[in-house]
């Protein structure tokens, strides 16, 4: 545990792994929070006082997630933690919120269909990133899906979502594949192979951690080219971009509210202050700039409620706004969720993605996809190129 604490701070715990398969996205969503943090406490604090850090490492183990949870809210009698990536340490983590009655910043994007009074989400419903993409991809490669994904609660329920929108549109699933979490290059062979044989227009993967890099790796040592059947995500990211390398990444589509070179203002002071604390900006990611937010949404809420206790905190958490790197984000007071930007990119040979669409004004969240619909008006896109 790392983190001092004082009777005159906020304490807040903080659960995101620095070890193990998520390690990479997640160490870009603690250096985001952390930066938060000292921006606000160079700024004179919330509320008058500094807000203190108690970070653990769960080391993306998500039963260990939930014995930090309890430790946190418990022992060390904290009430907000920002934290979780995959979705099965987020299930683990939200009885343990409910029971003491805290709150959970979620920094992710998920499959939706859950709402708790005790979690604010920061990252994007499957309206704001799963119907944009879907779109996208049947309008510029084709109908024909190939699903591979990693085996736990996301990628199964996020396929299921993907499943209805391509049918929805027309289009098949030509074949759903999963593989282990610690998937190595392998284990991939066989489905690569598969892919050759059955040769859809477009892969969906929902593989995360590790397997991400080992899977665009294997597929561009097989020959896949991403330039002519590209794998599109919702999760691939500038930090594993990095870490696969720009001739595995290149031709590769993400759907995200954020990426790193958004040519904004507000986003490049980002960058440049994460510069000065890190020594890099490799490891910016979507999910990096939500937890950075939602650390500012956390501290606003303490000085307009003027206390830490968990139900003022919430009554001014709905309806909260910040003006975010990647725009103006609102937390939507009917569910907990953020409208948020959808942007889709395009990785070129430097390793950077490059803007194609995005939507015309931030996306109300529908968690439950209640209007699923792919003409939804709004998801109507704006044409970068």
Same mark, same amino acid.
């Given at each position: 545990?790392?983190?001092?604490?004082?009777?005159?701070?906020?304490?807040?715990?903080?659960?995101?792994?620095?070890?193990?398969?998520?390690?990479?996205?997640?160490?870009?969503?603690?250096?985001?929070?952390?930066?938060?943090?000292?921006?606000?406490?160079?700024?004179?604090?919330?509320?008058?006082?500094?807000?203190?850090?108690?970070?653990?490492?769960?080391?993306?183990?998500?039963?260990?997630?939930?014995?930090?949870?309890?430790? =946190? =809210?418990?022992?060390?009698?904290?009430?907000?933690?920002?934290?979780?990536?995959?979705?099965?340490?987020?299930?683990?983590? =939200?009885?343990?919120?409910?029971?003491?009655?805290?709150?959970?910043?979620?920094?992710?994007?998920?499959?939706?269909?859950?709402?708790?009074?005790?979690?604010?989400?920061?990252?994007?419903?499957?309206?704001?990133?799963?119907?944009?993409?879907?779109?996208?991809?049947?309008?510029?490669?084709?109908?024909?899906?190939?699903?591979?994904?990693?085996?736990?609660?996301?990628?199964?329920?996020?396929?299921?979502?993907?499943?209805?929108?391509?049918?929805?549109?027309?289009?098949?699933?030509?074949?759903?594949?999963?593989?282990?979490?610690?998937?190595?290059?392998?284990?991939?062979?066989?489905?690569?192979?598969?892919? @050759?044989?059955?040769?859809?227009?477009?892969?969906?993967?929902?593989?995360?951690?590790?397997?991400?890099?080992?899977?665009?790796?294997?597929?561009?040592?097989?020959?896949?080219?991403?330039?002519?059947? %590209?794998?599109?995500?919702?999760?691939?990211?500038?930090?594993?971009?990095?870490?696969?390398?720009?001739?595995?990444?290149?031709?590769?589509?993400?759907?995200? %509210?954020?990426?790193?070179?958004?040519?904004?203002?507000?986003?490049?002071?980002?960058?440049?202050?994460?510069?000065?604390?890190?020594?890099?900006?490799?490891?910016?990611?979507?999910?990096?700039? @939500?937890?950075?937010?939602?650390?500012?949404?956390?501290?606003?809420?303490?000085?307009?409620?003027? @206390?830490?206790?968990?139900?003022?905190?919430?009554?001014?958490?709905?309806? @909260?706004?910040?003006?975010? %790197?990647?725009?103006?984000?609102?937390?939507?007071?009917?569910?907990?969720?953020?409208? =948020?930007?959808?942007?889709?990119?395009?990785?070129?040979?430097?390793?950077?993605?490059?803007?194609?669409?995005?939507?015309?004004?931030?996306?109300?969240?529908?968690?439950?996809?209640?209007?699923?619909?792919?003409?939804?008006?709004?998801?109507?896109?704006?044409?970068?190129?």
């Amino acid at each position: 545990m790392t983190g001092n604490r004082n009777e005159e701070s906020w304490p807040v715990g903080i659960l995101f792994s620095q070890t193990g398969v998520t390690a990479i996205i997640e160490q870009s969503q603690l250096n985001g929070a952390l930066l938060a943090i000292d921006e606000i406490n160079e700024a004179g604090g919330a509320a008058g006082r500094p807000i203190s850090p108690i970070i653990l490492d769960p080391a993306s183990d998500p039963v260990r997630y939930r014995t930090m949870a309890e430790e =946190l =809210l418990g022992s060390l009698q904290t009430n907000v933690i920002f934290g979780c990536y995959m979705s099965s340490s987020r299930k683990e983590v =939200l009885p343990v919120v409910e029971r003491y009655n805290g709150l959970l910043f979620y920094p992710t994007l998920y499959e939706g269909f859950e709402y708790s009074p005790n979690v604010i989400y920061g990252g994007a419903a499957p309206n704001q990133n799963s119907l944009p993409l879907a779109m996208y991809l049947m309008d510029n490669f084709g109908s024909r899906f190939y699903f591979v994904g990693s085996d736990y609660i996301y990628p199964r329920e996020s396929n299921r979502v993907m499943r209805n929108i391509v049918r929805q549109g027309g289009g098949e699933v030509v074949a759903e594949k999963y593989v282990d979490l610690s998937a190595g290059p392998e284990d991939f062979a066989p489905i690569i192979q598969h892919i @050759a044989e059955v040769q859809p227009d477009v892969v969906f993967s929902t593989v995360v951690g590790t397997g991400t890099v080992n899977f665009y790796r294997a597929y561009h040592e097989a020959g896949g080219d991403g330039l002519q059947r %590209p794998i599109a995500s919702l999760t691939t990211n500038e930090a594993e971009v990095a870490a696969m390398g720009n001739a595995s990444a290149q031709g590769h589509i993400t759907a995200a %509210p954020y990426f790193r070179n958004i040519v904004t203002r507000r986003n490049m002071d980002f960058l440049a202050r994460y510069q000065a604390k890190f020594g890099e900006v490799e490891t910016v990611t979507s999910a990096c700039e @939500a937890a950075y937010f939602q650390v500012h949404l956390y501290a606003n809420a303490l000085r307009l409620a003027g @206390a830490g206790n968990t139900d003022q905190l919430r009554s001014v958490l709905r309806g @909260a706004e910040f003006e975010a %790197p990647q725009g103006r984000i609102k937390v939507d007071p009917d569910n907990n969720h953020a409208y =948020l930007l959808s942007r889709i990119a395009r990785v070129d040979d430097q390793g950077e993605f490059i803007l194609e669409r995005e939507a015309s004004r931030p996306i109300k969240p529908d968690p439950y996809l209640a209007v699923p619909a792919l003409n939804d008006w709004a998801n109507t896109p704006v044409w970068i190129r």
